[in-house]
């Protein structure tokens, strides 16, 4: 109160200064509405485009129809993947207002198990942006049109109908086909397409359905629409119908296949079966395997559990990734490069169940030794000391070269993800890889398919039909109306000859191989068996024990064996040794000449196994689900999945350090083969463990 | 205006105020009748019901007598203030977040009522103060203390809007009752310090969002932020003729939040374009032109007040209300007068309109109390 001094107020300055500043007051009104009218201006006239456009853009709903997938089909047309019309349910997560009490209302009115709930909410933790969550898929009408009524209070959730890929024979070809999924989001940056976050869009994941993916996708449909806010449909305006995607054709015979995945039963095999004239893989079957139809549902904590709980490697495409020693089925081979060498065939040594290498005793997988054996008894009696005495003397060199013009250790162009395409052993090779000289005994381990030597069965089966054929054949998954015509191998036809006549008796006539007789009349097989040692004799017999630690079963055949038309490869690993798979080849080749009959084999052993694929996966899963139901660990998203099939798909590593000794060979099947496993297989072993192939056995000095 | 030929009830109503005003509230009725999608109910007639009914009401106020609103002025806020702390405490029973005490009949909002009640006590006040006393601080004191306390309840309610518009409403008192500039420079002062300091301490999270919101309203496209861009998308998409009567997809498709109450401007915009704006921004300066011309032409300082106020009162509303629909200031939940659906907003207004009637009716008949 600096002024005390001014004279008091009168009421009648008040009443001036009340004049004033009401006008003061006035003014500031009148400009408030004069920036409301230059803001109102602004915004309807110099911001009217821009804001016409949202407006246009709220009222009109662009919704994109997933295009139908195109088929794969098999060599008859036959579908192998197809699509079934049905009623499906998605969440966006950012359209969401409450997560948690829309996906329990969902839950409910869907009533969804505790565990799809929590996979759910695990997708939805994981899940950002306007990437579609899948809740349900394959829903009734009821279900889809509790949903659809209730759509708009449920915000984010979103019912539809559309079409769902469908595997019509499941398991037996997931391999094959690979699975469907969801686009990730790295797949949505690589290509910034808007399709690929249409809820029910998926794109391929593995297999044919990831190789062929631009081809299967077609182009989409769209549909507009009025809606509201809440994404309740006022009107269509208009809607374009969607283009099918291209189909596959396969070479693959889609029967044949169900029959061969069927029939490797309980165990972890493979089956190939090729046309020994035009290259086509009429069956490649790799087993367990993964159901395809589930896998493109999304993957659920329960599947995982059972998939990661399973040392069977359900996820690994055997047939091209997985790596085996191919043991003795190596001999035709190698005995074709002997005489390529010049060895006469009627060259003999005396087996007495060893032979003595230097200071070492190689011994013959008969301790009790064959006798006087010339070529043919070295293949049908898979003499081990034949093989050892006459390595020796033609050298590493032509073994291998025979090995690659037969297609070991090579990569076909098919169109699949990768292969794993193992090892040909060779001096060279070992000099590159470990710098070591190569030693007598790393021949020796060769000639009988153990040390380095590693093989896919894909490229067993690639062997005998060339052994078959005589020709350069090159397996093809794809139809193709025009056969190809193949250039000779070069390897004179006595010599051929001479190897198949082999492989005829050992099946048929004082071979080891009685097991895989044909029960077709005038149709004989021309094979042969292979047992590959897993781990040294002193840790196991290979026979029974540890189910990692039993031998691999092979065998290779061809029939009818005097006019080859068909080839096969069989791998069981860890069967126990050949005798393992040779009832497999035997009952797969009978398929091809009297399915009836083989059919009859088979449901024989199903019954005994519990059901055929598909129904002891069921059992599986129910029994999974009754024990650990919502309380599985999460499962995997879709990176994790891939990575631990690629992990899968791994090809086993090569020894980081040089062999040092020689491997002994595991006994031929005249030693009865091991039981059948028991039927609910040891979780024990985690699911990567890798057949290893351990580079020493006991050997005396 | 010279009727001899019609009654004098009816020739002495400012017709050159409630004419304009009644053509805005038919049209108000005209958008809330497009709002609801071509229907009367729930909102058009009531809308245009309830005027009519609060006009009589309003006209019923203007025929009091000065010295009755001198009499009533300082228990109606007496009253007000009880009936806060009720609201309060019946609130803090009920668990939520309950503004409103439902008598019967009605629901009653005092904090609503609180806006004209304010500027009664306030007028009142400075009237009674003695023209000398103006520079001290007893003209500031007891007015703040009148002020501070209906404000903080309504904070605590919390209603910040109201409790903004019932402290604009008695600042413009005090500044035109003339306290000395320096108070509201000081007032400005301090205002801008503890401003920042109340709204990350005293305000709740979601009115601290709502500023944040306000400040980038594209961050949360989703949340608040939606409010006002799918405003400014019905003002902005209706350009300068609108889109014609009945076809605001903005507001039919359910994206404009709020269509018939607070966001009505906006609805209506889509359709009547900017024309229909500025028809609504021209009814509202006439009325606001009244109000101060009445308050101006008052034949005394309780009189000059309380129109002011009211006018201020009715002003803030306006342009709060029109400020958030086109994006100029945050989400807060002020109606629009005569056009928003509702009846407690409505009838405060009309308290206001009918206040203002009355001190021009003291004005014409020069016989109020001195």
């Given amino acids: ?701 | 205006m010279k009727r001899a030929y019609v009654p004098r009830v009816i020739a002495a109503q400012p017709w050159g105020v409630i004419f304009p005003l009644f053509l805005l509230v038919l049209f108000g009725g005209a958008v809330l009748y497009s709002a609801a999608g071509g229907s009367l109910r729930p909102w058009a007639g009531m809308h245009v019901a309830r005027f009519i009914v609060f006009l009589g009401m309003a006209i019923g106020i203007s025929h009091m007598p000065q010295n009755w609103f001198k009499r009533a002025a300082f228990p109606i806020y007496g009253t007000l203030c009880v009936l806060l702390v009720l609201v309060e405490a019946l609130g803090k029973i009920g668990g939520g977040s309950q503004r409103w005490l439902n008598l019967g009949f009605m629901t009653l909002q005092p904090s609503e009522l609180m806006k004209p009640g304010i500027v009664l006590v306030l007028a009142w006040f400075y009237d009674s103060l003695p023209p000398s006393e103006i520079r001290g601080w007893r003209a500031i004191v007891p007015a703040g203390i009148l002020l501070a306390f209906p404000a903080g309840f309504v904070i605590l309610q919390p209603d910040l809007g109201t409790a903004l518009a019932i402290t604009f409403g008695a600042v413009v008192i005090m500044f035109l009752a003339g306290l000395p500039m320096r108070w509201f420079a000081g007032g400005g002062l301090a205002a801008a310090i503890a401003g920042p300091i109340a709204f990350f301490t005293l305000l709740h999270d979601y009115q601290r969002k709502r500023v944040f919101v306000f400040l980038n309203p594209e961050s949360d496209p989703l949340g608040s932020g939606y409010h006002i861009t799918q405003s400014k998308i019905a003002i902005g998409s209706g350009g300068f003729f609108g889109k014609g009567f009945g076809n605001g997809s903005q507001s039919h498709l359910d994206y404009l939040p709020e269509s018939h109450t607070d966001f009505v401007f906006a609805t209506m915009a889509e359709e009547w374009g900017m024309l229909g704006g500025l028809f609504g921004l021209a009814v509202f300066a006439i009325v606001l032109r009244y109000g101060l011309k009445v308050a101006i032409n008052a034949p005394d300082r309780f009189s000059k007040l309380l129109a002011a106020g009211m006018t201020a009162t009715i002003f803030f509303y306006m342009a709060i209300n029109l400020m958030m629909v086109m994006g100029l200031a945050p989400v807060v939940g002020i109606p629009l007068p005569f056009m928003s659906h509702g009846g407690s907003s409505m009838m405060t207004i009309m308290v206001c309109f009918g206040t203002i009637m009355a001190v021009e009716r003291w004005s014409r008949r020069p016989g109020g109390l001195s």
């Fill in chain 1, 1 to 701: 109160m600096a002024r005390k001094q001014a004279i008091p107020t009168s009421a009648a300055q008040l009443s001036n200064a009340f004049d004033r500043r009401a006008f003061v007051l006035g003014m500031g009104q009148a400009s408030v509405g004069v920036l409301l009218a230059v803001r109102m201006g602004y915004l309807s006239l110099a911001e009217q485009a821009k804001y016409k456009a949202a407006s246009e853009s709220n009222r009109v709903n662009l919704t994109l129809i997933p295009p139908r997938r195109g088929w794969i089909v098999d060599r008859n047309g036959a579908a192998l993947a197809s699509n079934r019309a049905d009623f499906r349910v998605d969440i966006i997560p950012d359209r969401l207002v409450d997560a948690e009490s829309t996906v329990d209302r969902v839950a409910t009115l869907l009533s969804l198990p505790p565990d799809k709930v929590a996979d759910l909410k695990d997708k939805l933790d994981k899940s950002h942006g306007f990437r579609p969550v899948e809740v349900a898929a394959n829903l009734g009408w009821e279900q889809y049109a509790a949903i659809s009524v209730r759509q708009p209070e449920l915000r984010g959730v979103i019912p539809q109908r559309g079409y769902s890929r469908y595997y019509p024979t499941g398991a037996v070809v997931g391999h094959v086909t690979g699975y469907v999924g969801p686009a990730s989001a790295e797949d949505y940056e690589k290509e910034r397409n808007p399709l690929l976050i249409t809820p029910g869009f998926k794109i391929g994941k593995d297999g044919l359905e990831k190789y062929f993916d631009q081809r299967l996708r077609g182009t989409p449909g769209a549909r507009r629409v009025e809606a509201t806010a809440s994404g309740h449909v006022v009107r269509e305006l208009g809607t374009r119908e969607d283009i099918p995607g291209l189909p596959v054709k396969l070479a693959l015979h889609g029967p044949l296949q169900d029959y061969a995945a069927r029939r490797i039963g309980l165990e972890s095999g493979t089956v190939v079966v090729m046309d020994c004239r035009t290259g086509d893989l009429l069956a490649m079957a790799s087993m367990p395997c993964f159901d395809p139809n589930s896998f493109s549902d999304g993957i659920g904590r329960i599947e995982w559990k059972m998939l990661s709980d399973d040392d069977h490697v359900p996820l690994r495409n055997k047939v091209l990734r997985g790596l085996y020693p191919p043991g003795s089925t190596v001999k035709p081979m190698v005995a074709l490069s002997f005489l390529e060498a010049g060895l006469d065939p009627h060259a003999t040594v005396v087996c007495n169940g060893g032979l003595r290498v230097g200071n070492r005793v190689f011994h013959c997988w008969n301790h009790r030794g064959h006798g006087v054996v010339d070529m043919e008894k070295g293949i049908y009696q898979s003499c081990d000391v034949y093989f050892y005495y006459f390595a020796q003397k033609m050298g590493m060199d032509a073994i291998a070269a025979m090995a690659s013009r037969l297609g070991l250790g090579q990569e076909f162009p098919l169109p699949v993800a990768g292969q794993s395409y193992g090892t040909v052993p060779s001096p060279a090779w070992k000099m590159r890889k470990y710098h070591k000289d190569w030693a007598v005994y790393d021949t020796v381990n060769a000639t009988i398919g153990q040390g380095y030597f590693l093989l896919n069965p894909l490229q067993m089966a690639v062997m005998v039909s060339r052994i078959a054929s005589g020709r350069k054949l090159m397996p093809r998954m794809l139809f193709e109306d025009q056969n190809p015509r193949f250039e000779p191998l070069g390897i004179p036809e006595e010599h051929l000859e001479l190897v198949r006549r082999a492989m005829t008796e050992m099946v048929n006539g004082a071979g080891t191989g009685h097991r895989a007789q044909l029960p077709i009349p005038n149709v004989q097989l021309a094979g042969k068996s292979g047992t590959a040692q897993v781990v040294g004799l002193n840790v196991g017999n290979g026979k029974g024990g540890i189910w990692n630690h039993r031998d691999h079963g092979h065998f290779m055949c061809f029939a009818p064996a005097d006019n080859p038309r068909y080839a096969c490869s069989v791998t069981i690993e860890h069967g126990g040794g050949s005798g393992a798979a040779m009832p497999v080849a035997r009952d797969v080749m009978t398929y091809i000449f009297d399915p009836a009959k083989a059919m009859a084999a088979l449901e024989d052993l199903e019954r005994q196994w519990g059901g055929n694929v598909e129904q002891r996966m069921a059992a599986k899963y129910d029994a999974y689900a009754a024990q650990y139901g919502a309380n599985a660990p999460k499962a995997a998203n879709e990176e994790q999945v891939a990575e631990t099939v690629a992990d899968d798909n791994k090809p086993v590593a090569e020894p980081s350090t040089a062999q040092t000794d020689a491997a002994t060979p595991a006994p031929e099947p005249e030693v009865a083969p091991s039981p059948v496993p028991t039927v609910a297989a040891p979780p024990a072993a985690p699911a990567s463990a890798s057949p290893v192939v351990l580079p020493h056995a006991g050997t005396t000095p």
